[in-house]
């Protein structure tokens, strides 16, 4: 069972961290290619939704049936398809380094969101494995890094990517002690949709 996670965080990762090249690679536009990222993967979260979700021991997996529940659900959704489109343009100015560098930035938005919406204590040891792995990240991409004048608006939008990362992930801790991670995956998708196809309309 330890080895299987070790393989899906390695897995994750991998995909993570090439998804701006993929990015960059793309002839769509940003905000299109956003839209395909998310409207491919909704099948997949469907069917992983739909299999959880058959009964097990007489009750079914938890579904969002509360107007709070919703609410929290659209909120996390349309959050996501702000941080993608921030994370497409970006690229689009500046280079796949400095964008992923800076969208990385998003546990610090975090832990400041989780201090002032939640209440929670920010202890010395959390801000520490902040500092951390801030730095990994900043040597990783040490050689390919640039900020000058030149990516200014490239560089305002990957932070832009953090804060919308951080503030999608605070929205989606309100639902993940209620709801299975395939759930809030597949309902947070559908919104995200709906916000990155309006530009369109």
């Not at 920010?122 to 990783?140: C, E, K, M, S």
Request: proline fraction near 4%.
């Amino acid at each position: 069972a330890q080895r299987g996670v070790v393989i899906e965080e390695a897995v994750g990762a991998t995909v993570i961290a090439t998804s701006g090249i993929f990015v960059r690679l793309s002839e769509a536009e940003p905000i299109a290619t956003a839209f395909y990222r998310i409207a491919f993967s909704l099948p997949f979260f469907w069917l992983w939704m739909r299999v959880e979700m058959r009964p097990r021991a007489g009750e079914p997996a938890a579904r969002p049936r509360a107007l709070a529940d919703w609410f929290w659900m659209v909120l996390a959704g349309v959050i996501l398809a702000f941080d993608l489109a921030a994370m497409h343009w970006s690229i689009q100015y500046t280079s796949v380094a400095n964008t992923m560098l800076l969208a990385n930035t998003a546990p610090l938005y975090v832990a400041l969101g989780a201090w002032l919406i939640l209440g929670e204590r920010i202890t010395r040891r959390f801000l520490l494995v902040v500092a951390v792995t801030l730095a990994g990240v900043a040597l990783l991409v040490w050689n390919s890094l640039s900020l000058s004048l030149d990516h200014v608006m490239g560089d305002g939008l990957g932070l832009l990517t953090g804060v919308f990362y951080g503030g999608y992930q605070l929205a989606i801790k309100r639902l993940r002690g209620k709801f299975s991670a395939s759930v809030v995956m597949t309902w947070t998708t559908v919104p995200s949709l709906a916000a990155l196809i309006y530009p369109y309309c």
